[in-house]
């Protein structure tokens, strides 16, 4: 299976600690995108890569967030001094950069902060 | 700013029902619009798109046409199955913003045989 794969898929941790996520993204896709989506809404955009290049971020992504893609290829997004409010599934997405190309969605990792 | 508005559910429907789902947006310019849909245990996954006004995007009996004038794109099938059971989202995506998505809320879809 050749997709979008996310890790861990599941994760829970104490109000405080710190987490990160990994994203492997399609390996011919040159954009890589983070969502975030609470119950019962629509996903959330966090922020996106094309290559190695952060080119956008959301108001949502406080200065508790940060995301990388090192070599463009996979990336990950850290949480730091985690909060209650920050339970919810965050959700990777890739596509090619040419036009309005179609995302390809991960299974999302679901983080639980007690 | 741009934004999704999609009617709510759930809407639940008899097996070969006529469906449909209202989405509205609000956006400047031309953006592109989709219609995602998520099983239940699974991930999302694009269902159709439009990339430009009177598109009309359709995939596995499902449609939705773009409308410049009226700012929608509703969902139809003219006939749903059990397996449709599912969350639909409603999305655009900004022209020049390097393909983020706006999502709406989304409208559950439970369809009794």
């Known amino acids: 299976d050749t997709g979008v794969s996310q890790n861990p898929r599941h994760k829970i941790t104490k109000r405080g600690q710190n987490v990160t996520f990994r994203c492997d993204p399609i390996s011919e896709h040159n954009r890589l995108y983070w969502y975030r989506q609470t119950l019962g809404q629509g996903p959330e955009f966090l922020t996106y890569?094309?290559?190695?290049?952060?080119?956008?971020k959301s108001r949502l992504l406080s200065d508790r967030f940060s995301a990388e893609r090192p070599k463009g290829s996979f990336s990950t997004l850290e949480i730091q001094r985690t909060e209650q409010g920050d339970s919810a599934m965050y959700l990777c997405a890739s596509s090619s950069s040419a036009g309005q190309e179609t995302q390809y969605f991960g299974p999302g990792t679901r983080l639980l902060v007690l | 700013g741009d934004s999704v508005t999609q009617m709510e559910g759930p809407v639940t429907l008899s097996e070969e029902a006529f469906l449909t789902i209202n989405c509205t947006y609000t956006?400047?310019?031309?953006?592109?619009l989709f219609w995602y849909v998520q099983y239940p245990g699974e991930g999302l996954q694009l269902l159709l798109k439009?990339?430009?006004?009177?598109d009309k995007g359709s995939n596995k009996g499902f449609e939705a046409t773009y409308r410049k004038e009226t700012t929608s794109f509703h969902l139809e099938k003219g006939s749903v199955q059990v397996s449709d059971s599912a969350v639909y989202f409603c999305?655009?995506?900004?022209?020049?913003?390097?393909?983020?998505?706006?999502f709406g809320q989304g409208t559950e879809l439970s369809v009794k045989p």
């Open positions: 999305a655009l995506s900004p022209l020049n913003q390097g393909g983020k998505l706006i």
């Open positions: 439009a990339t430009k006004a009177d």
């Open positions: 956006a400047t310019g031309y953006p592109s």
């Open positions: 890569f094309q290559n190695e290049a952060q080119l956008e």
